[in-house]
């Protein structure tokens, strides 16, 4: 079983930055598939980003390409998204999430993480 907690979340003005973080736990390895979630209010979850163990492939949402990057860490079994340019419409409950099947990762991860609020002001 594979724990996700996450950290980094907090309140920005528009134009803003914050860096989101997630550690994995309760496997030698972390999934090969780590990426992040997202579900704003009165809207369903949606996917944002994820990137692959080895070769570290990332794969990003079109309402996020160029101004979100992710990024991991295997030796540590972090995953990161710092996301730039934040507009009030990315506020939202930010999610990681795993699975060992990165396709799978982008519609039905097998791990959640209990969420992280990000809110943006305008």
């Known amino acids: 079983q594979v724990q996700l907690v996450e950290s980094g979340g907090g309140l920005v003005q528009a134009g803003g930055s914050l860096r989101l973080s997630c550690v994995a736990s309760g496997r030698t390895s972390s999934p090969y598939g780590m990426g992040w979630f997202r579900q704003a209010p009165g809207k369903e979850r949606e996917y944002v980003a994820s990137?692959?163990?080895?070769?570290?492939?990332?794969h990003y949402a079109d309402s996020v390409k160029g101004r979100f990057i992710i990024s991991r860490d295997n030796a540590k079994n972090t995953v990161a998204l710092q996301m730039n340019s934040l507009e009030p419409e990315d506020t939202a409950v930010f999610y990681c999430?795993?699975?060992?099947?990165?396709?799978?990762?982008?519609?039905?991860?097998?791990?959640w993480g209990q969420g992280t609020q990000v809110t943006v002001s305008s």
């Open positions: 990137i692959t163990r080895s070769p570290g492939s990332a």
């Open positions: 999430a795993a699975d060992d099947n990165p396709q799978r990762l982008r519609v039905a991860p097998a791990y």
